[in-house]
């Protein structure tokens, strides 16, 4: 039956993902013992369920035919936080150039670390001033 319902996900992969695309997204990122996935995000992945433009990318909630294991939420978060221990608080939202785009949930704030270390080169209060700033900055 999973294995159904999995197809079926596939299937219905648009421009969006529906609240049942992100309940299972967050039910796989528990299971795993991964941060939750914040509010304003997961409202942003409903609107078009993952992003890539000018080398910035921002994760969706699948792994369909369109949206590859590559730029999916839940498995690029078990990778990041099976490598990246110091940043286990982290929900692992996106990448560009040599950056990542995090939500710290200790700190409650949209974060842009470069990969390798675990201070913030910048922070944001919300996600959409992050994608504006990657929208602006990153080419």
Avoid: W
């Amino acid at each position: 039956m999973a294995k159904k319902k999995d197809e079926e996900r596939r299937v219905r992969f648009g421009s969006y993902a529906t609240e049942e695309d992100m309940d299972y997204c967050r039910q796989s990122m528990a299971v795993k013992s991964l941060p939750a996935i914040p509010q304003e995000y997961a409202n942003f992945v409903k609107s078009c369920n993952g992003y890539v433009r000018r080398g910035v990318i921002f994760y969706g909630t699948n792994q369909g035919e369109v949206l590859e294991k590559e730029n999916d939420l839940v498995s690029n978060n078990i990778d990041f936080a099976k490598y990246n221990k110091d940043l286990r608080h982290c929900v692992l939202l996106g990448r560009a150039n040599m950056d990542y785009f995090l939500y710290n949930t200790e700190a409650e704030r949209y974060q842009i670390v470069e990969r390798g270390y675990v201070s913030a080169e910048e922070e944001f209060d919300t996600f959409a001033g992050m994608l504006n700033y990657a929208n602006r900055n990153y080419k």
